[in-house]
């Protein structure tokens, strides 16, 4: 019913920069809290950084200062640009997004994810 589709991953030295993004289609009425999530080998999935319909951010406490994450409501896509990237950046990131299908039902979907690997 609804896919999230990533792009940007890749392959980065240390102290660069990424922008990744993510948009949204199929059956969508309305999106609400948007995010970005990564999981490394061998460990759990986390947040990076969320951001609601409104704007409003948060950020996990090791990539503030140096991710920012941005919508556009007009086109469903979420991005997250990456600035001053370090190795222990390494994981999948994931897009997630709570989306209303329609009156009264909302459901959290995920996209398949997008590799990024910080490494000289």
């Known amino acids: 019913q609804v896919q999230l589709v990533e792009s940007g991953g890749g392959l980065v030295q240390p102290g660069g920069s990424l922008r990744l993004s993510c948009a949204a289609s199929?059956?969508?009425?309305?999106?609400?809290?948007m995010g970005w999530y990564r999981q490394a080998p061998g460990k759990e999935r986390d947040l990076v950084a969320g951001?609601?319909?409104?704007?409003?951010?948060n950020y996990a406490d090791s990539v503030k200062g140096r991710f920012t994450i941005s919508r556009d409501n007009a086109k469903n896509t979420v991005y997250l640009q990456m600035s001053s990237l370090k190795p222990e950046d390494t994981a999948v990131y994931y897009c997630?997004?709570?989306?209303?299908?329609?009156?009264?039902?909302?459901?959290?979907?995920w996209g398949q994810g997008t590799q990024v690997t910080v490494s000289s």
């Open positions: 997630n997004a709570d989306v209303t299908i329609r009156f009264g039902v909302t459901i959290g979907a």
């Open positions: 199929g059956r969508i009425f309305s999106i609400n809290n």
């Open positions: 951001i609601t319909s409104g704007g409003s951010t």
